[in-house]
């Protein structure tokens, strides 16, 4: 079972950037998706920003032109960039990681749903004031 870490996570004045990091335990093979995830308390768990081991990414329509994920490589830590923070962006954030391996090219995509996700890291909080 893969663990996933993440790091980076703290408080920031509105407009302000924070960037998180998630490192995984072993190598995720070959083949996989990766997200951000977050969850404010009362709320269900919303996906952020995803990509897959092809470089294609996905992102909430939140944060488009604000938040950007990437990883240099399949061994290489998973990235999240945030710029332009909003009070709103206040959440607990989740690193989540599937391995596709051996799946047909169509599966081989990124995801916001968290059904698409067997690994989740045990979240890092941003709070951002205003």
């Known amino acids: 079972q893969v663990q996933l870490v993440e790091s980076g996570g703290g408080s920031v004045q509105s407009g302000g950037s924070l960037r998180l990091s998630c490192a995984a335990s072993e190598y995720m093979y070959s083949t996989y998706r990766m997200g951000w995830f977050r969850q404010v308390p009362g709320k269900e768990r919303e996906g952020v920003a995803s990509l897959d081991s092809k470089g294609r990414t996905t992102y909430a329509d939140s944060v488009k032109g604000r938040f950007f994920i990437s990883q240099d490589n399949d061994k290489s830590p998973l990235s999240l960039q945030m710029n332009s923070l909003k009070p709103e962006d206040k959440a607990m954030y989740y690193c989540?990681?599937?391995?596709?391996?051996?799946?047909?090219?169509?599966?081989?995509?990124?995801?916001?749903?968290?059904?698409?996700?067997?690994?989740w890291g045990q979240g890092t909080q941003v709070t951002v004031s205003s």
């Open positions: 989540a990681a599937k391995s596709l391996t051996g799946l047909p090219p169509i599966f081989i995509q990124p995801s916001l749903s968290p059904t698409s996700y067997s690994n």
